[in-house]
C-alpha cells in the first residue's frame, strides 16, 4: 500500500496569501492517479485537482497542482476567504487500491 | 447536475451490521465506479472499495472479511452492508462517483455512524 504524507499539518496564512501544500508517497505514483480535495466543516470533500493538474469544472485557477513521482504540490494563489479549510491527496495504486493522506488545514492568521 | 443522495441507520450497536444506500440521479450510472469511503479522526479519509453498475466489486483488504456491495440498476442505486461492527467502525461514510484512478468527482452528504452499546 503506498502511504502519502502531508506537509505541514497545519498552515496559518492571512486572506490574500500563497499557499502551497506537499503530499510525499512512500512509492512512486502515476501522475494519472494524483488527485486533490478541499473540506469544508460539516461537508463531504469536494475534488479540485484530479491527474496532477488538471482542474475540475467549476474550480477556481487560482489553484494549480504539480508534481510527479513521489512529491506533488497544491497550490492555492491568494487565499480568499472561503479557501480556508482542510485538503487532502488521494492516489490511485492499483490493485485496485486508493489512499488518502491524512490532511492538511488551512487555517487563518 | 449530478446528485447523489444517501441514507442509512446512524447508531448501531456492537456486532451488528451497517446497511447504507446511495442513489444517484442526474447522470450516468454506467460508466463509473462507485465507492465507499469513511473519515474518522482516528484514521482519516478510509477508501472502503468500488462497485461498477454491472455489480463487479473491490473491496479494501482490511475490511474485505466483513463487507458486501449490492447494485440497483434499475433505481440507480448501489449499496454497503458492513457486518460485525465495532467502535472502530464509527465515523462519516459517503459515497461517491468516480473513475480508475479518482475515488471522486460527486459525493453524498454523508452518513454518521456510531457503534455504541
Known amino acids: 500500500e503506498i502511504v502519502l504524507t502531508q506537509s505541514p499539518g497545519t498552515l496559518s496564512l492571512s486572506p490574500g496569501e500563497r499557499a502551497t501544500l506537499s503530499c510525499r508517497a512512500s512509492?512512486?505514483?502515476?501522475?494519472?492517479?494524483l488527485a486533490w480535495y478541499q473540506q469544508r466543516p460539516g461537508q463531504a470533500p469536494r475534488l479540485l485537482i484530479y491527474a496532477t493538474s488538471s482542474r475540475a469544472p467549476g474550480i477556481p485557477d487560482r489553484f494549480s497542482g504539480s508534481g510527479s513521482g513521489t512529491y506533488f504540490t497544491l497550490s492555492i494563489s491568494g487565499l480568499e476567504p472561503e479557501d480556508f479549510a482542510v485538503y487532502y491527496c488521494q492516489q490511485y495504486g492499483g490493485s485496485p487500491q486508493y489512499t488518502f493522506g491524512q490532511g492538511t488545514k488551512v487555517e487563518i492568521k | 447536475q449530478v446528485l447523489l443522495q444517501q441514507w442509512g441507520a446512524g447508531l448501531l450497536k456492537p456486532s451488528e451490521t451497517l446497511s447504507l444506500t446511495c442513489a444517484v440521479s442526474g447522470g450516468s450510472f454506467s460508466g463509473y465506479y462507485w465507492s465507499w469511503i469513511r473519515q474518522s479522526p482516528e484514521k482519516g479519509l478510509e477508501w472502503i472499495g468500488r462497485t461498477s453498475h454491472t455489480g463487479l466489486s473491490t473491496y479494501s483488504p482490511s475490511l474485505r472479511s466483513r463487507v458486501t456491495f449490492s447494485v440497483d440498476t434499475s433505481k440507480n442505486q448501489f449499496s454497503l452492508k458492513l457486518t460485525s461492527l465495532t467502535a472502530a467502525d464509527t465515523g462519516v461514510y459517503y459515497c461517491?462517483?468516480?473513475?480508475?484512478?479518482?475515488?471522486?468527482?460527486?459525493w453524498g452528504q454523508g452518513t454518521l455512524v456510531t457503534v455504541s452499546s
Open positions: 461517491a462517483r468516480g473513475e480508475v484512478g479518482l475515488v471522486g468527482d460527486y
Open positions: 512509492q512512486s505514483v502515476n501522475s494519472a492517479y
